[in-house]
């Protein structure tokens, strides 16, 4: 086999970037402010269908689990990490138990750093999980230890920032960022991209009248697709009305490259926008225009009160699956309560850690349920609404979201044959994905709790007519029993669409404890 320099220097470039982060890691402002908190957990449960097969298939099983992790934090001015780490580890009371795993790892982590201070910044982030192959197969939720329709996915990204002020006329951002997603023998695509993106913003003299230039590009290599390029350039004006109100306007260029099924893959585009903020409290930012693939809008409204948080989110974009899993939640608990709290803790680092105690104590998820990020191989125009309420009390938390997703194929179906099977291509032709979710926390008092949890989502595939529904609830009680001690006994029900085009369901009941040291 023959490796060619390119194929060299792409392999070395992650080695290369790992040295950079330790060299981070041996700064002295990086070994100042450490926390590291190593956890456990410790799970009995059983299921009425450990491998969640169908109806006819169900089997019933005692699985322990035991899941010790860690929690890494530093907090400087100069260095700002935040890591978690589970590994989770299961054992049935039978051996020959088919279609389940042994263990799975879960990996959040988070890294910024000034390097330079006002010039040279370094960010990173990276997480592994499973996720869920197939729209309209099982959902993963709360069984890590079954293995239909689902894949670990690896996605990391990492690169340097040069960020400088003209004085007060402009501001100036370069930024590199090196990325990789791979899941495993899934057959999606194990890839990696580099991308380069550069900024001219106005700065503080341009009051009214404000101006950016920005040019980006991305090169994608694909073991599962040929090798694709993304560019695109835009010069944007935004003029102040009032203090509180904005308009904008932006044209430019789009130019993607990948093998179209249909329709131009480039073109010019255009968009009106307005920004309008009354309040702190409040934001309202709206657009619309055309791209090459036709009309295009955006959304983005947000309402806080002392108890309430309530967003409206609407986009529609050109995105890939790699794409996705590169990104966060889309609807992040974290962010929610980080809103509402932000009346009582005005510290950011404060704010963060009253969030992380409070979802820690009440059972609250890191993200809210929404479209599933299914796997295929190909480009997409992805046109999605979402909206979210968080409503608080002395005694309660109630979290509401709801969410529409429609994915429209712009490449070739051929490369998503080893995940789909040769004769289910076009099940990803054009799909849509509507769910709605419902979460419940109260309190009994400072040490026991109440979470309740809904979640259901319909998928249907336009193209072949197939269409699933997925549901989910879950009943706990939670008790602390010291401030690094709590325990949770849990009712557990989930049903929806298994493969082969049959149905499961799921019954489960599981008590747990959890310490942190």
């Not at 070395?12 to 957990?41: G, H, M, N, S, Y």
């Not at 980006?216 to 599962?224: E, I």
């Not at 979802?359 to 796997?375: C, D, I, Q």
């Amino acid at each position: 086999m023959t490796i060619t320099t390119t194929e060299v220097g792409l392999r070395r470039r992650p080695i290369a970037l790992a040295a950079a982060l330790l060299a981070l890691l041996a700064a002295p402002a990086a070994r100042a402010e450490w926390k590291f908190t190593p956890t456990v957990e410790l799970r009995e449960t059983y299921t009425d269908n450990v491998a969640l097969a169908s109806d006819a298939l169900a089997e019933g099983r005692f699985v322990t689990e035991i899941s010790p992790g860690f929690a890494l934090a530093n907090n400087t001015r100069r260095f700002k990490l935040h890591a978690i780490y589970q590994l989770h580890y299961y054992a049935f009371d039978d051996k020959d138990v088919p279609d389940v795993k042994h263990a799975q790892n879960q990996f959040s982590a988070n890294l910024r750093s000034v390097l330079v201070d006002d010039l040279l910044y370094f960010d990173a982030s990276g997480s592994v999980g499973q996720q869920a192959v197939s729209a309209f197969g099982p959902a993963v939720n709360g069984n890590g230890y079954a293995t239909a329709n689902r894949a670990n996915v690896k996605a990391w990204r990492m690169g340097p920032t040069l960020r400088h002020a003209f004085g007060a006329s402009a501001t100036g951002v370069l930024r590199y960022t090196h990325d990789q997603v791979d899941a495993g023998a899934s057959g999606l695509g194990a890839t990696r991209s580099d991308s380069l993106s550069a900024t001219l913003a106005s700065g503080p003299m341009f009051r009214k009248l404000g101006w950016d230039i920005a040019f980006s590009r991305q090169n994608m290599n694909d073991n599962r697709a040929p090798a694709s390029s993304v560019k695109n350039a835009g010069l944007g004006l935004r003029y102040q009305v009032l203090q509180t109100l904005q308009f904008n306007v932006r044209g430019g260029y789009d130019e993607y490259d990948y093998q179209s099924i249909a329709g131009p893959s480039k073109g010019s585009f255009w968009q009106l926008g307005m920004g309008w903020e009354p309040s702190s409290r409040s934001s309202l930012r709206a657009s619309f225009g055309k791209r090459y693939y036709g009309d295009s809008y955006s959304l983005e409204a947000l309402h806080r009160s002392r108890g309430t948080v309530w967003t409206i989110n609407y986009n529609d974009e050109v995105t890939t699956t790699r794409a996705q899993f590169l990104l966060p939640a889309t609807i992040d608990t974290a962010s929610m309560l980080d809103r509402l709290f932000r009346a009582d803790f005005p510290d950011a680092e404060q704010r963060r850690l009253a969030v992380e105690a409070y979802m820690r104590a009440t059972n609250l998820p890191a993200a809210l349920a929404e479209n599933v990020n299914y796997f295929t191989n190909r480009y997409l125009l992805q046109k999605r609404w979402q909206a979210s309420v968080v409503l608080n009390s002395a005694r309660s938390t109630a979290v509401l979201s709801l969410f529409d997703t429609r994915r429209d194929a712009l490449s070739s179906s051929q490369t998503d044959g080893p995940i789909t099977g040769p004769g289910n291509v076009s099940t990803n032709d054009n799909t849509r994905q509507r769910g709605v979710s419902a979460l419940f926390n109260y309190r009994i008092s400072s040490r026991s709790g109440v979470n309740l949890s809904l979640v259901t989502s319909k998928n249907l595939s336009e193209t072949t007519g197939l269409e699933t529904e997925n549901k989910a609830a879950r009943l706990s009680m939670t008790r602390t029993f010291s401030p690094r001690t709590r325990g949770e006994v849990e009712l557990r029900r989930t049903s929806g669409a298994a493969l082969a085009n049959a149905t499961y369901r799921e019954n489960a009941v599981s008590a747990s404890i959890s310490m942190r040291f």
